[in-house]
C-alpha cells in the first residue's frame, strides 16, 4: 500500500472518531435534559462523518490506481519477455 492510501486512511478513522466523539456530546446533552445544544454540534459531526467517507474513498482510488499501474507494468514485462523468446 502506497503512504498516500495510508494516510487517507487514518485520516479517515480519525475523522469518524471525531464525529462519533461530537455524536456522544450531543447524547450525552440530550440525556441530561439540556435542550439549548444548537444544530452546530449536529452539522459538526455530520461534517466529520461525510469527511470520513470522503478520505476513505480517494484512499480507495488511490489503492486501484496503483494496482491498475502495478498490474499494467506486469503485462508489459510478460509481453515483452514472450518477444524475446520468439524472436531467438
Not at 37 to 42: E, G, P
Not at 54 to 80: D, M
Amino acid at each position: 500500500m502506497s503512504n498516500l492510501t495510508v494516510i487517507c486512511y487514518l485520516s479517515s478513522l480519525l475523522s469518524y472518531g471525531m464525529g462519533f466523539l461530537q455524536t456522544l456530546a450531543i447524547k450525552d446533552g440530550v440525556t441530561e435534559h439540556v435542550a439549548t445544544f444548537d444544530t452546530f454540534h449536529v452539522s459538526v459531526a455530520t461534517g466529520y462523518f461525510v469527511l470520513a467517507i470522503f478520505l476513505a474513498v480517494i484512499g480507495s482510488l488511490f489503492f486501484y490506481a496503483k494496482l491498475n499501474r502495478e498490474q499494467e507494468r506486469t503485462k508489459i514485462i510478460k509481453r515483452s519477455s514472450k518477444e524475446e523468446l520468439l524472436s531467438a
